[in-house]
T-cell receptor, first 112, second 112 residues
Framework: DVKVTQSSRYLVKRTGEKVFLECVQD?????MFWYRQDPGLGLRLIYF???????EKGDIPEGYSVSREKKERFSLILESASTNQTSMYLC???????????FGSGTRLTVV | KQEVTQIPAALSVPEGENLVLNCSFT??????LQWFRQDPGKGLTSLLL?????REQTSGRLNASLDKSSGRSTLYIAASQPGDSATYLC???????????FGKGTMLLVSP
């Protein structure tokens, strides 16, 4: 089975800190995605990548950046964390979408 | 812009009942539709993937149907159990390289 691993289940960071959320997949998928999930708002796409060193903005990219230096790893970066970035962050990967998406277990980030 | 709606937002049933969760989408030109399950505080687990050329998919007590022309999908759960309690999300993709558009989910509670 495809596995998507998010490095942290829970994180607490201070306002203004630079935060790195890491995601690794083990099935050579081309596509990787970062979503955030908030009550009442559902899942919203932050950034995605179709290949190494490629990135595309999703619906809510402001305040975030990403890095994909290797095919298996997709990092989400909060340049200067703010309290409104407190959320559940979900990483996913897919192989051209034909076989659907696989999600990681999520990172619950709290910014204080 | 694609919009995905799930009705009802919440559902409470006694153990043993058969139930149907509904998902509708506004743009029928989809590539596939995926149903996910999410337990509280966890990531998304894929349940069923229906390609646009298919009418239904089955896995154990779960059956998902797709009517592309009317923009609808249903997830049927037979003989519900307390372990089925979770939030169920549907999501659609427009191509093998497109991102997913999610509904906001149906929160299911199955009481013993």
């Amino acid at each position: 089975d495809v596995k998507v691993t998010q490095s942290s289940r829970y994180l607490v960071k201070r306002t203004g800190e630079k935060v790195f959320l890491e995601c690794v997949q083990d099935m050579d998928h081309e596509n990787m995605f970062w979503y955030r999930q908030d009550p009442g708002l559902g899942l919203r796409l932050i950034y995605f990548s179709y290949d190494v060193k490629m990135k595309e903005k999703g619906d809510i990219p402001e305040g975030y950046s990403v890095s994909r230096e290797k095919k298996e790893r997709f990092s989400l970066i909060l340049e200067s964390a703010s309290t409104n970035q407190t959320s559940m962050y979900l990483c996913a990967s897919s192989s051209s979408g034909a076989y659907g998406y696989t999600f990681g277990s999520g990172t619950r980030l709290t910014v204080v | 812009k694609q919009e995905v709606t799930q009705i009802p937002a919440a559902l409470s049933v006694p153990e043993g009942e058969n139930l149907v969760l509904n998902c509708s989408f506004t743009d029928s030109a989809i590539y596939n539709l995926q149903w996910f399950r999410q337990d509280p505080g966890k990531g998304l687990t894929s349940l069923l993937l229906i390609q646009s050329s298919q009418r239904e998919q089955t896995s154990g007590r779960l059956n998902a149907s797709l009517d592309k022309s009317s923009g609808r999908s249903t997830l049927y759960i037979a003989a519900s159990q307390p372990g089925d309690s979770a939030t169920y999300l549907c999501a659609v993709a427009h191509s093998g390289y497109s991102t997913l558009t999610f509904g906001k989910g149906t929160m299911l509670l199955v009481s013993p």
